[in-house]
Nanobody, 123 residues
Framework: QVQLAESGGGSVQAGGSLRLSCAVF??????MGWFRQAPGKERESVAT???????MYADSVKGRFTLSQDNAKSTLYLQMNTLKPEDTAMYYC???????????????????WGQGTQVTVSS
């Protein structure tokens, strides 16, 4: 049974940085991504990566957030720089193991989810 475990959340001041990690226990996924949900808002896509390494980013985080993986693709990282108060949310790691072509972006396209890690950015 595949499981995801996020870590790295915390509280920082605006302009600060955090690095989120998502460890994959089980088979290697074809797609992985980070999503976030702020109180009272819908879950939104932050960044996704395909098995071939193609990445996609939300416009609101482009140039500030960077996805990376270890060589074994057993851990997904999200480096978050120049954090803003509007980045405050619960961040979730997600994965999907169905082989396919192209990219995935929507939360509905990912079947396996972690428990989430809180990121709070104060002004």
């Amino acid at each position: 049974q595949v499981q995801l475990a996020e870590s790295g959340g915390g509280s920082v001041q605006a302009g600060g940085s955090l690095r989120l990690s998502c460890a994959v226990f089980g088979q290697s996924p074809y797609y992985m991504g980070w999503f976030r949900q702020a109180p009272g808002k819908e879950r939104e896509s932050v960044a996704t990566i395909s098995n071939g390494g193609r990445t996609m980013y939300a416009d609101s985080v482009k140039g500030r957030f960077t996805l990376s993986q270890d060589n074994a693709k057993s851990t997904l990282y999200l480096q978050m720089n120049t954090l803003k108060p509007e980045d405050t949310a619960m961040y979730y790691c997600a994965a999907d193991f169905r082989p396919a072509f192209g990219t995935r972006w929507l939360a509905s396209e990912f079947r396996i989810w972690g428990q989430g890690t809180q990121v709070t950015v104060s002004s």
